[in-house]
């Protein structure tokens, strides 16, 4: 381990199909952070659990995201990418956790509300401490930034809550945790119909996943909300206008972005034009990244190398990480 390299850390469940939200959140600044940092990625199978309890689809999205983590410029020999149930000391350090974090807060949290909305029949207590999980994640690395979008954002504040309780309980092991985005602000990829964000499991056709093929792109970009265009010169655009421009800026030239702000401001805009133009360059971002992990997932063998190579990374630095906290809590008896 590079100790001059300040810890980078974070995960993604592996749920179904990485989408443009997963892209532009979290995976277009792991593969920045990839050269500067000491990083940590992994396949949160474990957070997967919460939500998903049948598990028959388990393996195969694990192997997927580690092929689309890959595809898109992720570096297994440069990072530690592995899979979170490969490293016991993550249950080892939630156990020691549960114990800093109160049920009042936890059940405030904005995503347990929603997903306790979505399974009544299962709140299971995982759901409830998924933050706890979260945390020790992260600590575990003993990692300064998080790179997340911005659905994270509470999550990255209930980390630095039990960070601090620890640290201020049992001594200062641990750097207080930040979510990080290249640019200022955390992103949020929208959906395409204009309600919520582009998400693995819910609103599947407002969403835009890597695998999809080039047709599914252009049918999913030409449904997306549109109305008859502005009357007056530089008006605030309705929120689901602004979507697809700000969709726009993520895979389109400056100049074909200038085109259509300019014609909105002086209302001559041509929405099937627009949806047109961000279809096109969507398929132009998309397929290449959704070629390679065809590929990839063609090698099974290379996808478990990668795998155990990087469990034995993350598993030196969270051996580590255990032997301090132990020492911190006062569990070292001889
Ligand atoms: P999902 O919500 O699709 O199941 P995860 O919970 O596994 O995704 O999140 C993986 C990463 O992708 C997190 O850093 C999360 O903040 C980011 N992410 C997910 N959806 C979006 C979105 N629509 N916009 C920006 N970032 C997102």
Do not use: W
Not at 104 to 125: C, S, V
Request: some cysteine.
């Amino acid at each position: 381990m590079d100790k001059t390299k300040e810890i980078v850390m974070s995960g993604i469940r592996p749920t179904g199909f990485l989408h443009l939200g997963n892209y532009f959140g979290a995976i277009r600044n792991y593969v920045k952070m990839q050269d500067e940092y000491e990083c940590f990625f992994m396949v949160a199978d474990l957070h997967s659990l919460t939500t998903h309890p049948d598990t028959k689809e388990l393996k195969a999205n694990v192997y997927r995201v580690l092929a689309e983590n890959i595809a898109c410029g992720l570096d297994p020999d440069k990072v530690a990418l592995y899979c979170q149930s490969h490293l016991h000391e993550t249950a080892e350090l939630y156990l020691y956790l549960n114990m800093l974090a109160y049920k009042g807060e936890l059940e405030k949290t904005a995503t347990f509300k929603d997903k306790a909305r979505m399974q009544p029949g299962n709140i299971n207590a995982g759901l409830l401490t998924y933050p706890v999980l979260q945390t020790a994640d992260i600590l575990l690395h003993r990692a300064k930034y998080v790179p997340v979008g911005k659905d994270q954002e509470q999550h990255l504040e209930m980390a630095r809550n039990f960070t601090n309780r620890f640290n201020h309980r049992y001594g200062e092991v641990f750097p207080e945790p930040v979510a990080f985005n290249y640019s200022n602000d955390l992103v949020k990829v929208p959906s395409l119909d204009g309600e919520g964000k582009m998400s693995k499991s819910e609103n599947q056709m407002a969403t835009l996943y890597l695998a999809d093929d080039d047709e599914l792109i252009r049918k999913k970009v030409m449904k997306a909300k549109t109305d008859s265009g502005p009357t007056e010169n530089n008006s605030p655009k309705p929120a689901y206008i602004g979507n697809i421009f700000l969709l726009m800026n993520l895979v389109s030239s400056k100049d074909v972005i200038k085109k259509y702000e300019d014609d909105y401001n002086n209302c001559n805009i041509r929405y099937g034009d627009m949806k047109k133009q961000l279809a096109e360059d969507m398929v132009k971002f998309i397929s290449p990244i959704r070629e390679k992990v065809n590929s990839i997932l063609q090698d099974e063998k290379y996808l478990q190398k990668v795998m155990g190579q990087g469990a034995e990374k993350a598993r030196k630095s969270a051996e580590v990480t255990i032997k301090l906290v132990r020492e911190a809590i006062g569990l070292n008896y001889f």
